[in-house]
Each structure stands twice: as structure tokens, then as C-alpha cells.
């Protein structure tokens, strides 16, 4: 309830009032609605008073009451300057009315304070038109201030044009001359300090005016500044992440560099490739293709399957331009998928199964052939730097997978020119011992040849002998 009321008299201390236009305007624009608060709240009371006591009220004191809420309707509507000068001349006027309305309803209780003190109070009234007006408003100020010393200095003239005149009603007042005086002098001295002070606000306003244009400057110079070192403390900031960038992939870098020569077999070099890749780009799945030629076709061929720390051994062959490695491999350029179709691929751990959100299908070219292809499956997005450093190290693991395939070609080769040299071998062995074995045959066909012969000349000189017989 305290709460709700302060906020409602809040409401109606900022009627009408504008904070972009001058300090001075808007706070008396406010000091102009405290002064219809205060009016309603004394009429308010004095209605109840004259209630209580059974007179009848007053129509000064009403229309006095109707003023209040004309000051906030005035406010309301941006009459602002009318309203203020209203309620600088109000109150004077209304304690002109008030006391002509006594003397007319109750004339029998009539004295001379009742002409002198008057002029008095209407002349204290013409401090409001100092209060709700600024320095910047002179012209209204003078005439709010004009009016209720005309008011002040013509008491008299306006009792009698009622009929309520001191001596109309038979009242002789040794005061009257003086209470005059004392009015003219009271206002000679509020216009005096009126001037004086206005003077000397002009000067503080002057001053404060230079200091808020020096105090500007320097703002202007201090935003200009926090601009430069905020525009500075960016660059510094942007430079430290593309440092952080550079740094972390040299590091990666070195780090395949160093498994790519860990081993020689190419099988154990495959799975710690994808093993380093996929924990150092810190995603969820990754698998590494290498093409083949086999019968003069070529095929690429799964290698190696990585995931949530776990190897994979799965057999898979794609044949170029088949699905998006396939087209990776003829076109050469990677692939990098945001929205992943449910049944592309899919992330397994101990928690089940699910569709990653980003694909990544990066082809390894050595001298624009491709040797390979990885493909990483994340739940994350990759960055840029992230995709940049994957195709600056598919070179290196480009030429180190075109380097197996080499050595692997070349010690095929070794192995069947070892093959056929053992079976040469052997086969010249054999020959050997053939050529041996038909080397033995010839000198014991040749030994039986010369026993034949043998035989053959005793035969015949056995035969020439018979004969000679």
C-alpha cells in the first residue's frame, strides 16, 4: 500500500514533465504540480473545516480547489508555461477573493487588519513567479510579478467596486497609509533581490556553462579514448586468439607429424592417425579412407573406424562418385554437412544411439591426387581454424599414405622378385643336377660305347684269326 501510493504521488510529480528539455524548465514544471498537490490538499482541509463548522463554503476556496486540477491537466496537455503562470497568481488572487467574500458575508466582524494585512500577504505571493519561473523566462515572470503587485497596491479599489470598501463599511484606519508603504516597499526589495540574484545566477550559469563545455570536452576526449583502447584491447584480444589458433595447430601439427613416422606398418599407422585426429579436433567419430587400385579399378577402401575411445573394425568399400565420399574423391574438395539426414551416420556409446550434427569429409591430396579421405561426425560445430588445419595436415598424411602405398607396393614386388629368384634358384639347381645326372649317363653310355667297341674289335680280330686258320 506505501508502496503503491509514493508511486502514485510520483506519477503526478512528473505530469507533463520532459527530461530532454532544460534542468531548470522541467524540475519547476515539477515544482508546479507539488504546488496543485499542496492547493488541493489546504482546500481540502479547509472544505472540511467549513463544513464542520456549518458555514457555507466559500466559492474563492473552490475555484481555488478547480485550480489544482487545472494546474495538472494544463501539464498534462504540455501547456506547461500557462500552467505555472496560473499557479503563480492563484494563491494571490485567492486571498483577494477570500477576503472580499468575508467582508460581504460578514461585515459586522470587519476591522482594519482586515485592509492592511492583506496587501501583505498578496505582495509575499509574488515569490511564486520567482520560484516556478527561471532565469530563461523573464517576460513571464514580470507579468505574474506585475499582476499580483497590481493586485497588492489596488485592495482598496477592488473592496469598493464590491461595495466592501473601509469606508463604505465605516472603518477608519490610521494603518492604511502605511500598509501601502510597506507593500511598495516590500516589493522594491523583492524586485531588488530579484535583480541581484538574478545577476549572479547569470554569472554561475555562465561559468557552469563554460565548465559543462570544458567538462564535455574533456567526456568527449575520455569516450574518445575508451573508443581507442576498447578498439585496441579488441585487436590485442583478436590477435591473441589467432596466435592461440596458429600455436595450437603447429602443436597439432607436430603431434601427426610424430605418429605419421611412429610406425611402419601401415595398418598400426591408419588407426593411430584417426586415433590423434579425432581427440585432438575433440569430436565424437571420425574414419579414414584410403583408395586403392585393384584390377586396374580403383575402390576406397575403410581403413580405420575411431570412436568414443574405442577402435572400430568395420569393412566398408565405396566406389567413386558412390554418396558424398565417393564425390569428395572425384570432385576433391571437402564437405562440411550442418543438418545430417537421420539415416547417414549415426554416434554409438554406451547411452545408445544419435544423428551427429556436423559432418566433416576431407579429402588427402598430394600433388591434386587424392591418397585419402577422413570423415569426422561431431555433435559440436566445428570451427574454421578447426576445418583449415584438417586440409593444411591432409598433404602431410596425403604423402605419408601415398608413401605406404609405395613401400607396401614396393616390398610386393621385392617379395615376388625374392619368390622368383628362389624358384630360379631352384630350378637351376635341378638343371644342375640334371645336367650331372646326364653328364654320369653320357660317360657310362660313353664307357659301355667303348666296351661295345671293345668287344666289337676282339669280336672281329677273333673272327680274322678263325678265318686265317
Known amino acids: 500500500m506505501k508502496k503503491s501510493l509514493i508511486a502514485f504521488f510520483d506519477k503526478l510529480s512528473n505530469t507533463g514533465v520532459d527530461k530532454e528539455e532544460d534542468f531548470q524548465i522541467y524540475k519547476r514544471v515539477m515544482l508546479s504540480n507539488y504546488f496543485a498537490m499542496t492547493i488541493i490538499v489546504a482546500t481540502s482541509i479547509f472544505t472540511l473545516l467549513y463544513i464542520a463548522r456549518g458555514n457555507p463554503l466559500p466559492v474563492a476556496l473552490a475555484g481555488l480547489g478547480c485550480i489544482g486540477f487545472l494546474i495538472f491537466l494544463l501539464n498534462h496537455f504540455n501547456f506547461t508555461g500557462f500552467s505555472r503562470f496560473v499557479i503563480s497568481i492563484a494563491p494571490g488572487l485567492a486571498l483577494l477573493a477570500l477576503n ?107 561559468m557552469n556553462n563554460e565548465l559543462l563545455v570544458e567538462a564535455k570536452k574533456q567526456n568527449e576526449t575520455l569516450n574518445t579514448r575508451e573508443v581507442e583502447l576498447k578498439q585496441t584491447l579488441e585487436e590485442v584480444e583478436i590477435a591473441r586468439k589467432e596466435e592461440a589458433k596458429r600455436n595450437w595447430a603447429t602443436k597439432g601439427l ?5 605418429l605419421l613416422r611412429s610406425t611402419d606398418d601401415p595398418e598400426k599407422m591408419y588407426q593411430a592417425l584417426l586415433k590423434g585426429v579425432v581427440k585432438y579436433l575433440d569430436v565424437n567419430q571420425g574414419g579414414l579412407y584410403i583408395c586403392e587400385e585393384k584390377e586396374g579399378k580403383t575402390q576406397i577402401e575403410l581403413k580405420s573406424c575411431y570412436a568414443y575411445n574405442r577402435q572400430k573394425f568395420i569393412e566398408k568399400v565405396i566406389m567413386p562418385g558412390e554418396g558424398l565420399i565417393g564425390q569428395s574423391y572425384l570432385e576433391g574438395k571437402p564437405v562440411y554437412l ?19 550434427k556436423n559432418v566433416l569429409i576431407m579429402p588427402l591430396k598430394m600433388r591434386d591426387k587424392v591418397e585419402g579421405i577422413i570423415e569426422i561426425a561431431s555433435f559440436k560445430e ?88
Open 254 to 258: 607436430a603431434e601427426l607429424n610424430t
Open 382 to 469: 566445428l570451427e574454421k581454424h578447426e576445418i583449415n588445419f584438417l586440409e593444411s595436415v591432409g598433404e602431410d598424411i596425403a604423402s605419408t599414405i601415398g608413401a605406404a602405398k609405395i613401400n607396401a607396393k614396393t616390398k610386393h614386388l621385392l617379395d615376388q622378385s625374392r619368390l622368383m629368384s628362389d624358384e630360379l634358384m631352384e630350378k637351376e639347381h635341378e638343371m644342375r643336377q640334371n645336367v650331372e645326372e646326364l653328364r654320369a649317363t653320357q660317360e657310362a653310355m660313353a664307357r659301355k660305347e667303348q666296351e661295345y667297341l671293345e668287344r666289337i674289335a676282339l669280336l672281329e680280330q677273333g673272327q680274322s684269326t678263325t678265318e686265317a686258320r
Open 338 to 356: 550442418k543438418k545430417i539426414p537421420k539415416e547417414y551416420v549415426s554416434i554409438t556409446s554406451g547411452l545408445g544411439k544419435a544423428t551427429p
Open 100 to 206: 472580499i467574500n468575508i467582508k460581504l458575508n460578514t461585515p459586522e466582524v470587519i476591522e482594519s487588519f482586515h485592509y492592511t494585512s492583506i496587501r501583505l500577504l498578496i505582495a509575499v505571493t509574488v515569490l511564486l513567479p520567482l520560484t516556478v519561473f527561471s532565469t530563461k523566462e523573464i517576460w513571464k515572470m514580470a507579468i505574474a510579478a506585475l499582476v499580483l503587485g497590481c493586485v497588492a497596491l489596488g485592495v482598496d479599489p477592488i473592496c469598493e467596486y464590491f461595495g466592501v470598501g473601509s469606508e463604505q463599511l465605516g472603518i477608519v484606519s490610521i494603518y492604511k497609509k502605511s500598509a501601502v508603504d510597506d507593500v511598495t516597499v516590500v516589493f522594491i526589495v523583492i524586485i531588488s533581490s530579484y535583480t541581484f540574484l538574478t545577476r549572479l545566477n547569470t554569472q554561475f550559469q555562465r
